[in-house]
């Protein structure tokens, strides 16, 4: 069913198509209305889920671990501060192996106060074993929450699923709406390894030592390393699942490709300029442009930026002149943060072998910071002329 | 579709006794039972059991005559100071030889 | 009417098991091998970093024998919210959630997740053992350190604030069931348990614990000195039922008695309290006579 709705009602429709069971999120714009939505939803009774108004968003996080540990589907939503308030959280849900799934609806961070969009927020967690999918239109964040769900059970690791406050979240787009028959085909209720309960007990996530230790059968039980490792290990092995999520997605569903990058005109291309989320579309804009002028470029989404794709990054880029990375965020006193994982993905695949790429990168709508496409297209075709700096340029500033 | 074995890969504790080790090693002294004042002994049935009721870490078993595990006894003295008739008494450790200690 | 359990009629099964890592005498042990067999089988516990992560065990040994989730500091009363949740989806209506927090996990840290879920009137029973102090990091100070007690970081002139008195705090939230208990008095804390149980909403117990290296008294006085705090009515055993206060057990005898153990005695018993002054215990004792004097009044 096709509708014309705003991003943060995709969000809505693709969690309650997953029949998520536990709700709990604290208001924070521009995230509010996903959550506004579902409870409409539930309180409705068109969705069957216990919808917690929590206190904080640290307690919003706290609710889905506690109840996806003793076996319900959960689903949070935040942006910005409330990010970083439930910070602890974030890394005690990836240490814990649960298949939450939140929806980051990008926003500025503090200090100074800011509403607007940019990605700080859920770049700051890129370190914390969380999956991370990045939506470029309202189509790709209903079906990523979908994805999201199959994806984060079957590698018990929670995920990500951000887009960009306001230029996603509030503009209206249109896109469809899968049948809840479909869904449910693709998405079984879940079933976890294990779930809290008296007739098993068991306890969960206490003090682990530095070193391995017998349990009560007599086994060697993992020490606090190996358990850090496994989810490190499981999210290396982690694309080759979302691969398989794509696929099964596209058999269902009729739509999907390649699950780690969006490519656009890039095949031929001299230069390709990389981005996450809403900012790749303004750049075809922009790749229009310098295409008419003759110069060979193309724009690379990033969907999958956690664990970062860099076999599939260094494969697409390989043997380019140029790369240009426009991004949101950035490692401060450093430079962008997409820019140095892909930096250290093509120097990891490509170096020594003649194809590693120049690369160039501009940072762009900071706190919101209107982006003109005009700006994009103008610092795309110098950086192609002559690589304009080793450190990063701040498009738009106005000192 | 569940998760395999991804509890292997969480802190997931199973229960059982001893994870302080033989937590009885921390004792400097260690409570000893005279039958002839302890009350469900005297009356062979059940009464009293305040010892059992108070120590903290389950070692004292509801029995006649009550019997203290002491592979895990830490000694705290608490069983010998409510007990209502001065029926336990704490001995120092060293009192017992390492042949008796190694029975137990 | 429920009738009073007694040592004899005390459920023996134990939920936890012997060779813990708890302190040798500690009090906290005593109270939560009691209030577990009030609890029974089908309970769900939650426990954030305190003394009682420690009791519980080291992965991957757990020395209770019934499920726990271990949380993050602030978020004990949340994480109770959310397993209530999931419940409710699965329709369980029988198996009892119970929070275990200390002190410093309630009255400070833990006191903003803890009023949500009492607000939302989440069904669960939340208790908080007081051993004063944040004990398990080595004694330091908290909401309900009680005024002039020594601690790690009130070394010299002991806390300067009065004791946090949060069960006051949560009773402002009306809830069906606020207790203040002792682990000198496990019976009581027993049949408060099994009383409450199926009272709707958020209910909340104060456990007054004894410790041992926090405190400063040879271990096997502890039941002693949770005593001496009860009888010299400095802290008090009650129960709100519905808003209504009701003191009950030892404190409830002691009106009747109309005779206090002077404070001085619970104080000289422990030497976090060695810097009290004269002037500082009288302003005490003058505080729980009077406190008494209502006491007294009511019951006229």
């Given amino acids: 069913m096709h509708i014309i709705e705003n991003g943060n009602v995709a969000a809505a429709l693709g969690v309650k198509l997953c ?74 849900a990836a240490g814990a192996r649960l298949p939450i799934v939140m929806c980051v609806v990008n926003r500025a961070i503090s200090a100074p106060w800011n509403v607007w969009n940019d990605q700080q927020d859920s770049i700051s967690q890129r370190d914390t074993g969380w999956i991370q999918m990045y939506c470029a239109d309202h189509q790709q964040i209903i079906d990523s929450v979908i994805k999201a769900y199959w994806l984060a059970e079957k590698v018990s690791i929670p995920i990500m699923v951000c887009y960009d406050g306001y230029i996603l979240s509030h503009t209206y787009m249109p896109f469809d709406v899968p049948d809840q028959e479909l869904v449910d085909t693709f998405l079984p209720p879940f079933q976890p390894d294990y779930a809290l309960n008296p007739e098993e007990p068991a306890n969960l996530n206490t003090v682990t030592l530095p070193d391995v230790r017998m349990d009560v059968n007599g086994k060697l039980a993992h020490g606090y390393m190996e ?44 230069y390709v300029a990389v981005g996450l989320g809403s900012i790749t579309y303004q750049l075809r804009v922009s790749v229009d442009v310098l295409r008419k002028e003759g110069i060979n470029v193309g724009v690379m989404g990033v969907r999958f930026y956690r664990p970062f794709p860099d076999t599939a990054i260094a494969k ?84 | 579709m569940g998760t395999r074995n991804y509890r292997r890969k969480t ?67 608490i ?20 042949e008796e200690k190694d029975k137990e | 009417m429920q009738a009073k359990t007694t040592i004899l009629s005390l459920p023996t099964e134990e939920f936890v098991h012997p060779g813990t890592r708890a302190c040798t005498g500690c009090g906290l042990a005593i109270a939560y091998r009691i209030g577990l067999k009030a609890l029974g089988k089908d309970t769900m516990l939650i426990v ?33 919210t959310g397993i209530l949740a999931t419940l409710k989806t699965q329709g369980n209506q029988h198996t009892t959630v119970a929070a275990w927090a200390g002190d410093g996990g309630t009255s400070d840290i833990g006191l903003q997740a803890l009023s949500g879920a009492a607000e939302r009137g989440d069904n669960f029973i939340y208790f908080c053992y007081d051993n004063e102090g944040y004990m398990n990091t080595g004694v330091q100070r908290s909401g309900t350190t009680p005024i002039g007690a020594i601690t790690a970081n009130t070394p010299f002139k002991g806390k ?19 207790a203040a208990c002792s682990a000198a008095y496990p019976l009581d804390l027993h049949d408060k348990i099994i009383k409450c149980k199926d009272m709707p909403g958020t209910k909340y117990f104060h456990i007054h614990v004894p410790c041992p290296p926090g405190w400063g008294y040879d271990p096997r006085y ?79």
């Fill in chain 1, 316 to 399: 697409a880029l390989k043997g380019k002149k140029g790369v240009i990375v426009f991004e949101k965020a950035l490692s401060y006193g450093y430079e962008g943060a997409l820019v140095s994982d892909l930096k250290s993905a093509l120097y990891e695949h490509l170096a020594g072998t003649g194809h590693l790429p120049l690369v160039q990168n501009f940072i762009a709508g900071i706190g919101g910071r209107e982006i003109r496409t005009d700006d994009l297209t103008q610092n795309f075709r110098a950086a192609i002329h002559s690589r304009i700096a080793k450190e990063p340029v701040w498009i738009g500033l106005k000192l």
């Fill in chain 2, 11 to 77: 802190s997931h504790s199973e229960h059982g006794p001893g994870d302080g080790g033989r937590t009885g090693s921390w004792r400097v002294e260690r409570p000893v039972i005279d039958q002839s004042l302890c009350i469900p002994c005297k009356r062979n049935k059940e009464a009293c059991f305040i010892c059992w009721l108070f120590c903290p870490d389950v070692v004292i078993s509801r029995t006649i005559p009550p019997k203290i595990d002491l592979e895990y006894c830490k000694g705290c003295g």
């Fill in chain 3, 160 to 178: 300067l604030q009065q004791k946090k008195d949060v069960p006051a705090i949560m009773a402002a939230h009306n809830l069906s069931y606020v």
């Fill in chain 1, 227 to 270: 358990i850090r490792y496994l989810l490190h290990e499981d999210l290396r092995k982690t694309p080759a699942v979302a691969a398989d999520a794509e696929k099964r997605f596209a058999e269902i569903f009729g739509r999907g490709g390649d699950p780690y990058l969006e490519p656009y005109r890039c095949d031929d291309a001299d």
């Fill in chain 3, 48 to 80: 954030p970093p305190s003394c009682l992560t420690v009791l519980q065990g080291l992965f991957p040994v757990a020395s209770t024998k019934l499920p726990c989730l271990n949380v993050t500091f602030a978020s004990t009363a949340a994480a109770a």
């Fill in chain 1, 19 to 92: 029949r998520a069971a536990v709700i709990a999120a604290y208001p924070i714009t521009p995230q509010t209305p996903v959550t506004e939505r579902l409870s409409e939803y539930v309180e409705a009774g068109e969705m069957k889920a216990e919808y917690i108004h929590v206190e904080s968003e640290h307690s919003a996080l706290a609710v889905c671990i506690a109840a996806s540990s003793t076996g319900a589907r959960t689903f949070t939503a935040t942006s910005s501060n409330g990010l970083l308030y439930m910070h602890e959280q974030v890394q005690w």
């Fill in chain 2, 79 to 98: 069983c010998a100071e409510e007990c209502p008739t001065k029926a336990i008494t704490m001995v120092d450790e060293a009192k017992f030889s390492d």
């Fill in chain 3, 222 to 300: 502890g039941i002693k000195i949770g005593r001496l705090a009860v009888e010299t009515g400095y802290y008090d055993l009650y129960e709100i039922v519905n808003g209504e206060f009701k003191l009950t057990a030892a404190s409830e005898k002691l009106v009747e008695k109309r005779k206090l153990v002077p404070v001085r005695e619970y104080f000289r018993a422990q030497s976090r309290f060695k810097i009290l002054t004269d002037e500082l215990i009288t302003d005490i004792q003058n505080q729980i006579d009077e406190k008494w004097a209502g006491y007294y009044k009511q019951d006229e």
